[in-house]
C-alpha cells in the first residue's frame, strides 16, 4: 500500500499505474505569464534554477551536493583507479608492454560497450607511440566471450599480452587454456563473477566479489567506464616511470565520447561517476575529433550536437548492427580509423546493415509475441524458437519486457546442435543475472552470466522445459514484489501553456538522463484531444488543447493497440484528460516547438 496521496487523485491510470511525486510537489498549474515562459517573479512559480535544484534532489541528491551535480565532472566524481582490485597489476603490466614495445592485442565483444571499449584502449596505445591490435569474435562462429583456442592462437602469433574488454569475467576454460600456453591476459569487464575467479594475470571488474564497498559502489559502470580508469591508471604508471619527460602526456578527455557512447548504448545507469562520463563525454562528441564518430553521426543523419538519447537510438543501435547481423569488426574498425573515407564507408555499411537488423527483428518479434499468449500468468516470459537469428534476441527481448512489463527471454534454437542461445531483459528490482548464473551453477545450463537488468546464455534444448520452471518458481516472488503497486513517478504538473522549448531547456539542464537517473517526467492537463490517430501502423498520435487557450502534441511509441491507446482513440469524445510524458522539443515546423512523449494518461473527471 502506497502511504502518500497520488497526484492528481490519481489511483488507476489507464494503464493501470497509480501516479505519486518522484520527489515534492512541483505543481505548476498557476503563474505562468502570457507566454508561457518561466519566470523567477511569476507568483506562484519556481525559477528554472529552483526547478533544477528539485529535480536533483528529487533523485537522490542532498542539498549540499547540488553544485556538484548541476555540472557533473570527473574531477568531482573519478575514484583513485587503485582502489580497484588488480588495477596497478594490469596498468604495470600493461605500461611495461609499452615500454618494452610487446605485441598487445585487445579482445573485446562485439556490442557497442565491447567495441567503445577496444576502440579506447587501441587509442591511447597509439597516444603512447604504441599499437594494438584487436580481435572480436564472431556473434555466430564464436559466441560471447574469450574463446581457449583464440586466446592461445594469438599467443602463437606472437601477442605476450592480451587485454579482454566487456568478456571475461566468467571465462574460466578459455583464460585457463591462455595461462597454460603462457599468454597474459588482463580482464577489463563489469558482468557479475562467480566466488572463483578465472586464472588471470589481473581482473578489473567492480562486480568482484572481492572488492571493497568504495569499488564496488561502482558496480554500475560499462566496462568502457572501467577501460577509462584503467587508462587512467597505465598513464599514472607511465609517469612514475618518467616516461613523458621527452614526449606529451596522451588527453585521456579526448576519449570520453567513447565513454559516452558505450555506456549509454549499454545502459548503465547514468549515475554518479556515469553522469561525468556522460556529461563530458557528449561535449567531446560534439567536437567531432574522432573521425570514425563523426562519420557515425553523419550517417545517423544528425545535424546538431549529439543528445544522450541519441546515443541510444540513433548511434549505437548502428555500431551494433556489425556484431548483431554483419562483421563484428566494423564497430572497432570505425572507431579507431583516422581515415574520412574509410570512415565514410564503414558508417554507410553499418547504416545499411542496421536496416536489415530491423527487418530481421521484426520477424523474430512476431514470432515470439505468437507464443505469449499461452504465458499471461507466468513470471518470466521465456519464448523460443528453431531459425531466429541470435543478432536480435536482445532486443526483441527488451521490447518484450516493455510490452508485459515482466522479465523476459528470447532463445534462438540451433537444429545443428541442439543448442539454444539466449538473451534476457529484466525489470528494475529483479536480477536476471545473477538468477542465471544460479541456474548455470544448478546444471541448468551450458554457460551463462550478465547483470541485473540484462543477462546471455546457452542452453541444451532438453533442459528448456526444466530451465523454465526453475526459473519461474526463482523469479515468482521478486517478480511480484517489482510489480505490486505499479506506479507512474511524476516531477511536475502544469497547465498546456507551461509546456514549451523554455521548460525544455530547463528540465534538460538537470541531465544527462538514463537509467537510474530518469529524465524529468510531466503530467499535462486537464485537455481535451482535438485529434488522435495511428501513424507508422502502431504510434498514437495526439493533438491536445486546455482551456488556457494552448495546445500541443504529444505521441505514444508502440502504444496503438494497448489499453491506454485504445481508451485516448475511442473513448476520449466529450472527456477531459491528464496526459504524463517527457517533454521534447519539435523541431519539423517553422520554429521549435515542444510537444510530448506519452508514456500513460488518466481521466480528469
Known sequence: MLDTPPVLGINCSLSGKSWQWLGGNMQLTTGVGESGELSASAPGIASGEDIVAQLLMARGVAPADLALHREPSLRGFLPDPSEFRDMDRAAERMAQAVIARERMTIYGDYDVDGATSSALLIRLMRMLGHDAGHYIPDRLLEGYGPSGKALVRLGQEGSSLVVTVDCGAMAHEALAAAHDAGV?????????????????????????????????????????????????????TLRARDFFADRPEPDLFSLLDLVALGTVADVAAIRGLNRAFVAQGLKVMAHRRNVGMSALIDASRLTRAPSCSDCGFALGPRINAGGRVGESTLGVRLLTTEDPAEAAAIAAQLSQLNEERRAIEAEVQEAAEAQLAAQHNRAVHIVAGHGWHPGVIGIVAGRIKEKTG?????????????????????????????????????????????????????????????FSDW??????????????????????????????????????????????????????????????????NAHLRLIAAGDDGASFKAIAFRAAESAMGQALLHGSRGRKVWLAGRAKIDDWGPRPAAELHLEDAAWAD
Do not use: Y
Open 406 to 466: 515482466k522479465p523476459a527471454l528470447v532463445i534462438a534454437l540451433d537444429n545443428e546442435t541442439s543448442q539454444g542461445k539466449g538473451s534476457g531483459r529484466s525489470i528494475a528490482g529483479v536480477d536476471l543475472g545473477a538468477a542465471i548464473i544460479a541456474a548455470r551453477e544448478n546444471g541448468l545450463l551450458v554457460a551463462g552470466g550478465g547483470h541485473a537488468m540484462a543477462a546471455g546464455l546457452t542452453i541444451d534444448e532438453a533442459q528448456l522445459e526444466a
Open 184 to 236: 597474459d591476459v588482463i580482464v577489463v569487464d563489469h558482468h557479475k563473477c562467480s566466488p572463483e575467479l578465472p586464472r588471470a594475470l589481473a581482473l578489473v571488474n567492480p562486480n568482484r566479489l572481492d572488492e571493497n564497498d568504495l569499488a564496488a559502489s561502482h558496480g554500475h559502470l560499462a566496462a568502457v567506464g572501467v577501460a577509462f580508469l584503467l587508462a587512467v591508471a597505465v598513464v599514472r
Open 471 to 536: 526459473l519461474e518458481g526463482h523469479l515468482a516472488g521478486p517478480v511480484a514484489r517489482a510489480s505490486a503497486g505499479q506506479v507512474l513517478r511524476l516531477d511536475l504538473s502544469l497547465a498546456p501553456r507551461g509546456l514549451n522549448p523554455s521548460l525544455v531547456e530547463t528540465l534538460d539542464a538537470a541531465g544527462p538522463f538514463g537509467v537510474g537517473w530518469p529524465g524529468p517526467r510531466i503530467a499535462v492537463g486537464p485537455v481535451r484531444l482535438v485529434k488522435a490517430d495511428i501513424v507508422g
